[in-house]
C-alpha cells in the first residue's frame, strides 16, 4: 500500500489566491513526522515546512501552513497569496520510527503546481 | 553555508558502462541519503548513512550498485554495469542528525544511459 498518497497530479491557482495540497498518509507508528518539499523545474528539492506527530498546532512558515488532521491521517499544504515562483513539483513525505533518524523518508509522487498571472 | 554539492550534473554513458556519482554534504551533518528519482515520480531511497555506517540500504540494487562514505564526510555512489533501466537523476541529501532529521537536498545528477 502507498504510504503517501498524493492524489492530485496536477493544480491551477490565479496568482495571489490560496491554494491546497492534499496529503494522506499511512502508518502504525505512533511517532513520525510530516515534510512538504518543492522541486522547480531545475530540479532541486527545497524544504518547505515540517510537521511532528505529536505537534498540537499545524506548522506555519510565512505563506505556507500545514492542516494536519492525525486522526484523518492527512498533511495538506496551503499555500497563501500565490507568486508565480511557487510554480513548481510539490512533495509530501513522511519518517516513520521513534528516533527522528530511525525510520527512512517516504516521498508521495508529487502535485505540479501552475501559478496563473 | 554552502549546500549540498554534487557531481558530476549530467552523465550520458552507454549501457553495461560504469559510472560514478559524488556527494559532498553540508558541513557537520552526519546523515546521508542516496534517492533515485524517475520522471514524474518522487524520490526513492537507495542508501542511508549515519557518519560512515550504512543504515538503511535495503533499496540498494547491490548486485550493479554500490557507495561508499569513507571518513564519514563525503560519499560516493557507483554503478557497474549500467542498465538502460537506470537512467534517472540520483540525488544526494544530508540531515544534521541531531534531533531533527529535516534533509537538504542537493543539485542532483541526471544520467542517460543510452
Known amino acids: 500500500a502507498q504510504k503517501i498518497t498524493q492524489t492530485q497530479p496536477g493544480m491551477f491557482v490565479q496568482e495571489k489566491e490560496a491554494v491546497t495540497l492534499d496529503c494522506t498518509y499511512d502508518?502504525?507508528?505512533?511517532?513520525?513526522?510530516l515534510f512538504w518539499y518543492k522541486q522547480p523545474s531545475s530540479g532541486e528539492m527545497i524544504f518547505l515546512i515540517y510537521?511532528?506527530?505529536?505537534?498540537?498546532q499545524n506548522a506555519t512558515e510565512g505563506r505556507y501552513s500545514l492542516n494536519f488532521q492525525k486522526a484523518r491521517k492527512s498533511a495538506n499544504l496551503v499555500i497563501s497569496a500565490s507568486q508565480l515562483g511557487d510554480s513548481a513539483m510539490y512533495f509530501c513525505?513522511?519518517?516513520?520510527?521513534?528516533?527522528?533518524?530511525?525510520?527512512?523518508?517516504?516521498f508521495g509522487d508529487g502535485t505540479t503546481l501552475t501559478v496563473k498571472p | 553555508e554552502a549546500g549540498v554539492v554534487q557531481s558530476p550534473r549530467y552523465k550520458i554513458i552507454e549501457k553495461k558502462q560504469p559510472v560514478a556519482f559524488w556527494c559532498n554534504p553540508i558541513?557537520?551533518?552526519?546523515?546521508l541519503y542516496w534517492y533515485l528519482q524517475n520522471l514524474g515520480q518522487g524520490p526513492e531511497l537507495l542508501i542511508r548513512?549515519?557518519?560512515?555506517?550504512?543504515?538503511?540500504d535495503s533499496q540498494l540494487p547491490k548486485d550493479r550498485f554500490s557507495a561508499e562514505r569513507l571518513k564519514g564526510v563525503d560519499s560516493t555512489l557507483k554503478i557497474q554495469p549500467a542498465e538502460l533501466g537506470d537512467s534517472a537523476v540520483y540525488l544526494c541529501?544530508?540531515?544534521?542528525?541531531?534531533?531533527?532529521?529535516?534533509?537538504?537536498f542537493g543539485p542532483g545528477t541526471r544520467l542517460t544511459v543510452l
Open positions: 548513512y549515519e557518519n560512515e555506517e550504512a543504515v538503511d
Open positions: 558541513s557537520g551533518h552526519n546523515t
Open positions: 510537521q511532528g506527530s505529536y505537534d498540537e
Open positions: 502508518t502504525s507508528d505512533q511517532s513520525y513526522g
Open positions: 541529501a544530508s540531515s544534521p542528525g541531531l534531533g531533527t532529521d529535516t534533509q537538504y
Open positions: 513525505a513522511m519518517r516513520e520510527g521513534q528516533d527522528t533518524n530511525a525510520g527512512k523518508s517516504t
